[in-house]
């Protein structure tokens, strides 16, 4: 065995949602008994600095909308 626990995909899952909500990746991997690293891996998060793992986007998603009403 490798030493990190096993975690099943419901909590996975709840997991990823508590992430979108805002929620810190430490936290929850102190809650989950797991490393913020491996936490990030299980859930496919990029590997970067787990300081804040939810990355702004670098592309206007609502461009569409704020141009409509110029056209």
Same mark, same amino acid.
């Given at each position: 065995?490798?030493?990190?626990p096993?975690?099943d995909?419901?909590? +996975?899952?709840?997991?990823?949602? &508590?992430?979108?909500?805002?929620?810190?990746?430490?936290? =929850?991997?102190?809650?989950? /008994?797991?490393?913020?690293?491996?936490?990030?891996?299980?859930?496919? +998060?990029?590997?970067?600095?787990? &300081?804040?793992?939810?990355?702004?986007p670098?592309?206007? =998603?609502?461009?569409?909308? /704020?141009?409509?009403?110029?056209?």
């Amino acid at each position: 065995m490798s030493g990190t626990p096993y975690i099943d995909g419901a909590t +996975l899952d709840e997991a990823a949602e &508590a992430i979108r909500q805002g929620k810190k990746l430490e936290a =929850l991997a102190g809650i989950l /008994k797991c490393s913020p690293e491996h936490l990030a891996r299980l859930l496919n +998060l990029p590997a970067k600095s787990s &300081a804040n793992m939810v990355a702004e986007p670098s592309v206007d =998603l609502w461009a569409v909308e /704020k141009l409509e009403g110029q056209l």
